[in-house]
């Protein structure tokens, strides 16, 4: 089975910067038919089910605000919030979908500094 | 809009069975597979299993492998989750979820979920 870990297991970002979140596959996921990156990203805020929020590794699902972005190619990848807001407390998940069963990170906890 | 409705959670003692279901609208069921996907409390999330749009095919996670069963009824907009042998490390919150894709999908919409509990 694939293994997805994501570091750190949480973070503290100021309002207004940068937030860096890290997802490593035990195996690439980059296709080489299609040459797409398996790989999503979801947010989950306490209380609530997980949101899809980036898919094929870079794209943003409709309704994601412009300041959440995926980036990487193969064994790691990156989700990056440019300007940290309030309302993006939560824990995101990165998860693959290139081999069955697909498998989930551990989760980072996102907080305000 | 897509909407999804777990229901058929609750306590149950070790070894004994529950059924979930899905209850799904607002999109043509049966052109979509479908997973579930769970979370122990405080815990991160787990895959559990999935199931093509026909109901012909479907994949479980190795923890579950011969105790759980995935179905769907197209007729009626169902799909459901049959768990036998449960264990305590089954308890979780069970979520359901529309998946873009068989066999390598991603899911795009979510329900709230069902709390399942295993204990004496």
């Known amino acids: 089975d694939f293994v997805m870990t994501q570091s750190p297991d949480s973070l503290a970002v100021s309002l207004g910067e940068r937030a860096t979140i890290n997802c490593k596959s035990s195996q690439s996921i980059l296709h080489s038919s299609n040459n797409k990156n398996y790989l999503a990203w979801y947010q989950q805020k306490p209380g609530q089910p997980p949101k899809l929020f980036i898919y094929w590794a870079s794209t943003r699902e409709s309704g994601v605000p412009d300041r959440f972005s995926g980036s990487g190619s193969g064994t790691d990848f990156t989700l990056t919030i440019s300007s940290l807001q309030a309302e993006d407390v939560a824990v995101y998940y990165c998860?693959?979908?290139?081999?069955?069963?697909?498998?989930f990170g551990q989760g980072t906890r996102l907080e305000i500094k | 809009e897509v909407q999804l409705l777990e229901s058929g959670g609750g306590l149950v003692q070790p070894g004994g069975s529950l059924r979930l279901s899905c209850a799904a609208s607002?999109?043509?069921?049966?052109?979509?597979?479908m997973s579930w996907v769970r979370q122990a409390p405080g815990k991160g999330l787990e895959w559990v299993s999935a199931?093509?749009?026909?109901?012909?095919?479907?994949y479980y996670a190795g923890s579950v492998q011969g105790r759980f069963t995935i179905s769907r009824d197209n007729s009626k907009n169902t799909m459901s989750l049959q768990m036998n042998s449960l264990r305590a490390e089954d308890t979780a919150v069970y979520y359901c979820a529309k998946l873009t894709g068989f066999p390598n999908g991603w899911p795009n919409c979510w329900g709230q979920g069902t709390l399942v509990t295993v204990s004496s």
């Open positions: 607002g999109f043509t069921f049966s052109s979509y597979a």
């Open positions: 199931i093509s749009g026909s109901g012909g095919s479907t």
């Open positions: 998860q693959q979908y290139y081999s069955t069963p697909p498998s």
